[in-house]
């Protein structure tokens, strides 16, 4: 079954904790990106990778951080430095069109 | 960078009748237009896009149309039916998306 998977589906955090969010594909893409959806907005690009090993910031990289170790995983960290990180995280992989997974929502407590 | 307004935010349209939404973009080298559905609490489904050397496409009750000169591409979505009630959004790509802020589409029965 080809896809992408997010994990978890829903995360809590403490105020002041890092939190890592799991993003796998099958689909032998190149590409991977994560973004944020708050209500009311778009989606706006936090990180993404072209090739494994590489990845650049995207338009609101502040408090987050990458890997991209192998070409299927592009995990996101949300660090304690991330002012407001209550929001649906999405990831989507695609070398020409892009997919998205299911989505995490992280909710800080 | 690329901005992306989208019109209306919200729709209401009578089963089986058409629906549009309609976007404008600003950076004349975009070359790519993807157009999303999501529904709630799952990441966005593309369901249709065009590229810039394309001034229509169509899919079954869907269509997206792009004017080069004027900035513009819309969504037509025809014989409405209840399953097509979700967010809708465009995007405007030369290398990275950049997204509408979504259309919530509602049909009524």
């Known amino acids: 079954d080809g896809g992408i998977t997010q994990s978890p589906k829903y995360l809590f955090r403490k105020e002041g904790q890092n939190v890592t969010l799991s993003c796998e594909q099958n689909?032998?893409?190149?590409?991977m990106y994560w973004y944020r959806q708050d209500p009311g907005q778009g989606l706006r690009l936090i990180y993404y990778?072209?090739?494994?090993?590489?990845?650049q910031k995207g338009d609101i990289a502040e408090g987050y951080s990458v890997s991209r170790e192998k070409k299927e995983s592009f995990p996101l960290t949300v660090t304690s430095a991330q002012k407001n990180p209550t929001a649906f995280y999405l990831c989507?992989?695609?070398?020409?069109?892009?997919?998205f997974g299911p989505g995490t929502r992280l909710t800080v407590l | 960078g690329e901005n992306v307004e989208q019109h209306p935010s919200t729709l209401s349209v009578q089963e089986g009748d058409s629906a549009v939404i309609k976007c404008t973009y600003s950076?004349?080298?975009?070359?790519?237009f993807p157009w999303y559905k999501q529904e709630l609490g799952k990441g966005p489904q593309l369901i249709i896009d065009?590229?810039?050397?394309?001034g229509e496409k169509k899919d079954q009750r869907i269509a997206v149309t792009l004017n080069k000169t004027a900035k513009h591409f819309s969504l037509h979505i025809t014989e409405t039916q209840p399953e097509d009630s979700a967010v809708y959004f465009c995007?405007?790509?030369?290398?990275?998306?950049?997204f509408g802020t979504g259309t919530r589409l509602t049909i009524i029965p």
């Open positions: 065009i590229r810039s050397n394309v």
């Open positions: 689909l032998n893409h190149d590409a």
């Open positions: 989507a992989s695609g070398d020409n069109e892009q997919f």
């Open positions: 990778s072209q090739i494994v090993n590489d990845f």
């Open positions: 995007a405007a790509s030369l290398k990275k998306l950049t």
């Open positions: 950076d004349s080298a975009s070359n790519y």
